[in-house]
């Protein structure tokens, strides 16, 4: 099946800082990538689309310029939080789907962020 | 009203139990209908998929979608201390890879299977 790795699975970072996530598709190719965010028992909730080679597509309340992504190759998407804050600390997980006419996104292990 | 709605549960339940997991939708549009779960930590995995009304069998697992309802359901029989998870489901308009494809999340059942 469809792996999509995340990198790092676990960081800490302190407050001010920016952090980069890291999404791959290791063995298909993916045009559309999504990011989400997930707090401790609760569903995920979709921060922003990406496609390859354009600008990602935000939700509504999420900041663009807080979280800036970047979808640079069809198998390559990066989070970046930048000046990270406690209320940042969160479990962060991207998705991915193949081209062609599919419904299934193939998920990332996540990324647990939590800003000191 | 949230778009898709779940009970959070903890679901506790004995080994071999039948399980019943149920998700209500308002958005008519909904014609994907995904079932994942969700060990502590980790990323959601697919388990069922079902596009429309119906049922669909995977092994343990069953898929029920009554879109007259708006109401899909799975079913795991036979429950075993590994199906201990979060399960979500999640729904889609549409099908294809385009950016409109985005999944509506409910928000997760957490199941406890004892031995």
């Known amino acids: 099946g469809a792996v999509v790795s995340q990198h790092p699975s676990w960081v800490i970072c302190k407050s001010g800082t920016s952090v980069k996530i890291e999404c791959r598709s290791l063995?298909?190719?993916?045009?559309?990538m999504f990011w989400y965010r997930q707090f401790p028992k609760q569903s995920l909730m979709l921060m922003a689309t990406s496609n390859e080679g354009s600008k990602a597509t935000y939700e509504q309340g999420v900041e663009k310029d807080k979280f800036l992504i970047n979808h640079a190759s069809l198998t390559l998407s990066t989070l970046t939080v930048t000046s990270a804050h406690p209320e940042d600390s969160s479990f962060y997980i991207c998705s991915a789907m193949t081209s062609g006419n599919s419904y299934e996104q193939y998920f990332g292990p996540g990324t647990r962020l939590t800003v000191t | 009203q949230k778009e898709v709605e779940q009970d959070p549960g903890p679901l506790s339940v004995p080994e071999g139990a039948i399980v019943s997991l149920n998700c209500t939708y308002s958005n008519s549009a909904f014609q994907y209908f995904m079932w994942y779960r969700q060990y502590s930590r980790k990323g959601p995995e697919l388990l069922m998929y079902t596009y429309s009304s119906g049922n669909k069998e995977d092994g343990r697992f069953t898929a029920q979608v009554d879109k007259s309802s708006k109401y899909i359901s799975l079913f795991i029989r036979d429950s075993q201390p590994s199906d201990s998870a979060t399960y979500l489901c999640a729904m889609s308009a549409k099908g294809g890879n385009n950016a409109g494809n985005m999944l509506t999340f409910g928000g997760g059942t957490r199941l406890m299977v004892k031995p």
């Open positions: 063995d298909f190719q993916a045009t559309t």
